[in-house]
Each structure stands twice: as structure tokens, then as C-alpha cells.
């Protein structure tokens, strides 16, 4: 079995109830199944999962049993945004108890390796993150996990938003990475959810500006309703950049510092690297292809900086005082709720996959 657990057999919960956990048991097969947690360590919690979104990486799994590089070969709890409630504590926590509601960050790294004494610990190799395999994720009444990775959430912020800090911390590290703030004209490709929390983020990091692409008019007029200050509508045409970019810049109605390509395809790319002002900076925060063919001599020849973004690190107490604040107000891109059983899961992950005016997915359990 993968790492965090066993599905023979059932764990105890209390009442003589069995844990039950969302199993990716091979393409668009998921099963609710018993799930054995890992002893609790000194430093452990064990958490009655309350809220838990889907992934765009989730759907991946489940439709083709792989996500870029990683790919699933035995069955795998799936999930791993997620918040819920602390049951039990191991004997050298204090900084939770049971009762405290807390947001999870999922990826659990080594803090031996370079990457992580370095503080970037999101990059660390031997990395055991919630549903990529081999590692069991979330979608379950109850997870052990590390406590220094379970952040209490204030009262004003509901277990569905904790859920949410997941996704918005990718937006809230882009915004890091890219060093965005109030003299920062930012673009962003894609109005899928990725795409929505970047929003989000760099109108709290003081982004002026922002203006979203997307092939999609409903994504869209969200993306116009969550504050973009300007929508362009684009094809999937290669032969159309130059003239999308045209449409960009009309829209920015200034230079372009800052594109995050929350897409990742040879198109978006392309357009990214275009539209950037001399002297700006793409990031490539989707992961839409693997390999891309994109123009890239011309944008170093005008000094456009290319960065990585990979997941995210020391985001969540950030997320968190955003939400506590009403800097930023997650709850409108929750537009699906389902509970835990096997028909509502298989709806779900249908819901979640078929688009449309689904952008995420929550399940209450």
C-alpha cells in the first residue's frame, strides 16, 4: 500500500466506527473503503476531516492515474485540500488540543536535505505530500499528521475557507516568488481556480492592475466579479497571439510587469512572454504540458525573467490573517458542495471534471 496507512482491515473511531477514506482504485474508480491511520508519533494529531476540495491534480488521477511526473500504481487515498477538527493529540504536542479547528498543509518534507535547511522545503526530494503517490492523501473521516502542520484557524473563518488555504497558498507563493506589490501590473492566464486565488493574492500584495485571459466566458465574468480590473477573451490559436496581445495591453492600459501563467500550455506561455513588459517576469505556475515550444529569445533579448513556481511554502499562517482580515474572501469560488458518501463522491469528481460553472469542488463531512 502507499505511504500513511493500510486499507485492509478498519481503524477504530471511538464509537466502534470504522474510518472510511476515498480510494483510487484504478481509471474513474473511487471507492469508499476502510482506511488504517499510522500510529500516532509524540508530535502527531489525529484530525476528523471536515472539509476537503478537489484538485484539478485529483481529477488527473482519477481520469488518467497520473499528474506530470507522478504517477499512481497501487490504490491511493485521494485528496488534499483540507481542514477539520483536532481529536487527539501525541504526548509532546502543545500548541493544539483537541476541539481546535486547524487547516492542513499537506506536504510533509525532511528538513535534512540543503533544499529544506535552505527554507525551501516545497522543493525537498524525498517530500510526502497528501495524494501524490505514493502517499495517501485526505479525503477521510480522520488523518494523522504532523501538528507543526495543522494551523488553528480564528473563529471568523470557517473549515470550508481553512480547506481553501491550499489553493490559495500556491496563489499567495507566485506572488512571493514574483515579488508583487503596489507598483506591480500583473496578468494572469487562466480563470480556473489557480488562476482565481492568484487574483486574489495580488490584489492583497497591492497589485494596482490585473487583467485575466481565458477562453472561457463564464470563468471569465467570476474572475470580473472576484475584482480584475480588465477580461480578455482568447482562443486556443497559436496564430492568434500577436493580435491577443494587442487586446492585452489595450486592456492593461500600462506596462505589463508581472504574467503568471496559471495555465501552462505552448499558447499561454507564448502569450506570457510576449505580453510581459521589458525588464518583467513570467511565472509558470500551471502545469498544463510538460514540454512547451515557446519564444523565448525574443523575450530574453527584453530582459523578461522566466520563474518556476512549485507548490508553496510558509504560506498558511499568511492565508489565514488574509481570510481573518477580509483581505481576501475565498467563499464566492466554492460553487459545489457534496457530502461523504459513494454516490456523492462520484458526482463530485464528475462535477469537478466536467467544468462548466464548477469551480471548486467542496466536500462537508
Given at each position: 500500500?502507499?505511504?500513511?496507512?493500510?486499507?485492509?482491515?478498519?481503524?477504530?473511531?471511538?464509537?466502534?466506527?470504522?474510518?472510511?477514506?476515498?480510494?483510487?482504485?484504478?481509471?474513474?474508480?473511487?471507492?469508499?473503503?476502510?482506511?488504517?491511520?499510522?500510529?500516532?508519533?509524540?508530535?502527531?494529531?489525529?484530525?476528523?476531516?471536515?472539509?476537503?476540495?478537489?484538485?484539478?491534480?485529483?481529477?488527473?488521477?482519477?481520469?488518467?492515474?497520473?499528474?506530470?511526473?507522478?504517477?499512481?500504481?497501487e490504490?491511493?487515498?485521494?485528496?488534499?485540500?483540507?481542514?477539520?477538527?483536532?481529536?487527539?493529540?501525541?504526548?509532546?504536542?502543545?500548541?493544539?488540543?483537541?476541539?481546535?479547528?486547524?487547516?492542513?498543509?499537506?506536504?510533509?518534507?525532511?528538513?535534512?536535505?540543503?533544499?529544506?535547511?535552505?527554507?525551501?522545503?516545497?522543493l525537498?526530494?524525498?517530500?510526502?505530500?497528501?495524494?501524490?503517490?505514493?502517499v495517501?492523501?485526505?479525503?477521510?473521516?480522520?488523518?494523522?499528521?504532523?501538528?507543526?502542520?495543522?494551523?488553528?484557524?480564528?473563529?471568523?473563518?470557517?473549515?470550508?475557507?481553512?480547506?481553501?488555504?491550499?489553493p490559495?497558498?500556491?496563489?499567495?507563493?507566485?506572488?512571493?516568488?514574483?515579488?508583487?506589490?503596489?507598483?506591480?501590473?500583473?496578468?494572469?492566464?487562466?480563470?480556473?481556480?489557480?488562476?482565481?486565488?492568484?487574483?486574489?493574492?495580488?490584489r492583497?500584495?497591492?497589485?494596482?492592475?490585473?487583467?485575466?485571459?481565458?477562453?472561457?466566458?463564464?470563468?471569465?465574468?467570476?474572475?470580473?466579479?472576484?475584482?480584475?480590473?480588465?477580461?480578455?477573451?482568447?482562443?486556443?490559436?497559436?496564430?492568434?497571439?500577436?493580435?491577443?496581445?494587442?487586446?492585452?495591453?489595450?486592456a492593461?492600459?500600462?506596462?505589463?510587469?508581472?504574467?503568471?501563467?496559471?495555465?501552462?500550455?505552448?499558447?499561454?506561455?507564448?502569450?506570457?512572454?510576449?505580453?510581459?513588459?521589458?525588464?518583467?517576469?513570467?511565472?509558470?505556475?500551471?502545469?498544463?504540458?510538460?514540454?512547451?515550444?515557446?519564444?523565448?529569445?525574443?523575450?530574453?533579448?527584453?530582459?523578461?525573467?522566466?520563474?518556476?513556481?512549485?507548490?508553496?511554502k510558509?504560506?498558511?499562517?499568511?492565508?489565514?490573517?488574509?481570510?481573518?482580515?477580509?483581505?481576501?474572501?475565498?467563499?464566492?469560488?466554492?460553487?459545489?458542495?457534496?457530502?461523504f458518501?459513494?454516490?456523492?463522491?462520484?458526482?463530485?469528481?464528475?462535477?469537478?471534471?466536467?467544468?462548466?460553472?464548477?469551480?471548486?469542488?467542496?466536500?462537508?463531512?
Amino acid at each position: 500500500m502507499g505511504k500513511g496507512g493500510m486499507s485492509q482491515g478498519g481503524d477504530e473511531r471511538g464509537e466502534g466506527e470504522v474510518n472510511m477514506a476515498a480510494w483510487l482504485l484504478g481509471v474513474n474508480n473511487l471507492k469508499i473503503q476502510p482506511f488504517i491511520l499510522p500510529p500516532l508519533g509524540p508530535y502527531d494529531v489525529r484530525v476528523g476531516m471536515k472539509a476537503v476540495g478537489i484538485c484539478g491534480s485529483d481529477v488527473h488521477y482519477l481520469k488518467k492515474l497520473r499528474c506530470a511526473h507522478f504517477i499512481v500504481k497501487e490504490p491511493m487515498v485521494i485528496g488534499h485540500e483540507c481542514a477539520g477538527i483536532i481529536e487527539e493529540v501525541g504526548i509532546e504536542v502543545k500548541s493544539l488540543v483537541p476541539g481546535d479547528r486547524v487547516a492542513l498543509e499537506p506536504g510533509i518534507s525532511c528538513w535534512r536535505c540543503q533544499l529544506c535547511k535552505e527554507g525551501r522545503y516545497n522543493l525537498c526530494p524525498d517530500m510526502k505530500f497528501f495524494a501524490t503517490p505514493p502517499v495517501h492523501g485526505s479525503l477521510a473521516n480522520q488523518v494523522v499528521h504532523p501538528a507543526d502542520l495543522c494551523f488553528k484557524l480564528p473563529d471568523n473563518v470557517s473549515l470550508e475557507e481553512g480547506a481553501m488555504c491550499e489553493p490559495l497558498s500556491v496563489g499567495v507563493h507566485a506572488c512571493r516568488r514574483a515579488n508583487i506589490g503596489p507598483e506591480s501590473n500583473v496578468l494572469i492566464m487562466g480563470a480556473g481556480p489557480i488562476g482565481l486565488v492568484t487574483l486574489l493574492a495580488a490584489r492583497a500584495f497591492g497589485a494596482p492592475r490585473i487583467v485575466i485571459v481565458d477562453v472561457d466566458d463564464y470563468r471569465l465574468s467570476v474572475a470580473k466579479d472576484l475584482g480584475a480590473d480588465g477580461i480578455v477573451k482568447v482562443s486556443t490559436n497559436t496564430q492568434d497571439v500577436a493580435e491577443e496581445v494587442v487586446q492585452i495591453h489595450k486592456a492593461m492600459g500600462a506596462r505589463v510587469d508581472v504574467t503568471f501563467d496559471c495555465a501552462g500550455f505552448d499558447k499561454t506561455m507564448s502569450t506570457a512572454l510576449s505580453a510581459t513588459s521589458a525588464g518583467g517576469k513570467v511565472c509558470l505556475v500551471g502545469m498544463g504540458h510538460n514540454e512547451m515550444m515557446v519564444p523565448l529569445t525574443p523575450a530574453a533579448a527584453r530582459e523578461v525573467d522566466v520563474v518556476g513556481v512549485f507548490r508553496y511554502k510558509n504560506t498558511w499562517p499568511l492565508c489565514i490573517e488574509f481570510l481573518r482580515s477580509g483581505k481576501i474572501d475565498v467563499k464566492p469560488l466554492i460553487t459545489h458542495r457534496f457530502g461523504f458518501s459513494q454516490q456523492e463522491v462520484e458526482e463530485a469528481f464528475e462535477t469537478s471534471a466536467r467544468g462548466g460553472t464548477a469551480i471548486k469542488v467542496m466536500f462537508n463531512l
